[in-house]
T-cell receptor, first 112, second 110 residues
Framework: DAMVIQNPRYQVTQFGKPVTLSCSQT?????MYWYQQKSSQAPKLLFH???????NEADTPDNFQSRRPNTSFCFLDIRSPGLGDAAMYLC???????????FGPGTRLTVT | GIQVEQSPPDLILQEGANSTLRCNFS?????LQWFHQNPWGQLINLFY???GTKQNGRLSATTVATERYSLLYISSSQTTDSGVYFC????????????FGKGTKLTVNP
């Protein structure tokens, strides 16, 4: 089945230790998104790629970076995680801005 | 920017009951989606419905774009329907990003 896959599902990292979350898709969609969701809140867009064109949200901390080496894969790098970065991280894809977005199962990040 | 308001914020039902969730938005939209976030955190697509009516089993949705609202109907609710329901829109002429409402938390008791 075509889908959006995120690994790992649960990640524990230490304060200040770099961590990478991964997302892959078999939908061959042009756009890939990364969202952060904290408890009892709606998802918040961090950045997105339209093909190789990177679009960063104005309020996304510099601590967060992303890479998209090819159509299928996208990575979220957190350079120096703080306690406030503990959250669910959701990857999504779509054919384009006005098309349906499909979400992966998410990676729940804990920072100790 | 566009405002997306969902009501009610919380809803508690007995199994078998019907419910209606509402999403109001303040400007014209190109895209409207309803999602169900399950207890494990996954966002599951329910409907892509910028206008019109769709049905999928016990769920149906109606968007009246000219009046800037959408409704999600859940009939014969089951405990597995519990979770948070989000409405999200992409505004016309805007930033082409999905803007989420704050969600409706639904609890279905056996």
């Amino acid at each position: 089945d075509a889908m959006v896959i995120q690994n790992p599902r649960y990640q524990v990292t230490q304060f200040g230790k770099p961590v990478t979350l991964s997302c892959s898709q078999t939908l061959n969609h042009n756009v890939m998104y990364w969202y952060q969701q904290k408890s009892s809140q709606a998802p918040k867009l961090l950045f997105h790629y339209y093909d190789k064109d990177f679009n960063n949200e104005a309020d996304t901390p510099d601590n967060f970076q992303s890479r998209r080496p090819n159509t299928s894969f996208c990575f979220l790098d957190i350079r120096s995680p703080g306690l406030g970065d503990a959250a669910m991280y959701l990857c999504a894809t779509s054919r384009g801005a006005f098309y349906e977005q499909y979400f992966g199962p998410g990676t729940r990040l804990t920072v100790t | 920017g566009i405002q997306v308001e969902q009501s009610p914020p919380d809803l508690i039902l007995q199994e078998g009951a019907n419910s209606t969730l509402r999403c109001n938005f303040s400007d014209s939209v190109n895209n409207l989606q309803w999602f169900h976030q399950n207890p494990w955190g996954q966002l599951i697509n329910l409907f892509y419905i910028p206008s019109g009516t769709k049905q999928n089993g016990r769920l149906s949705a109606t968007t009246v774009a000219t009046e800037r609202y959408s409704l999600l109907y859940i009939s014969s609710s089951q405990t597995t329907d519990s979770g948070v329901y989000f409405c999200a829109v992409v505004p016309q002429g805007g930033s082409e990003k999905l803007v989420f409402g704050k969600g409706t938390k639904l609890t279905v008791n056996p």
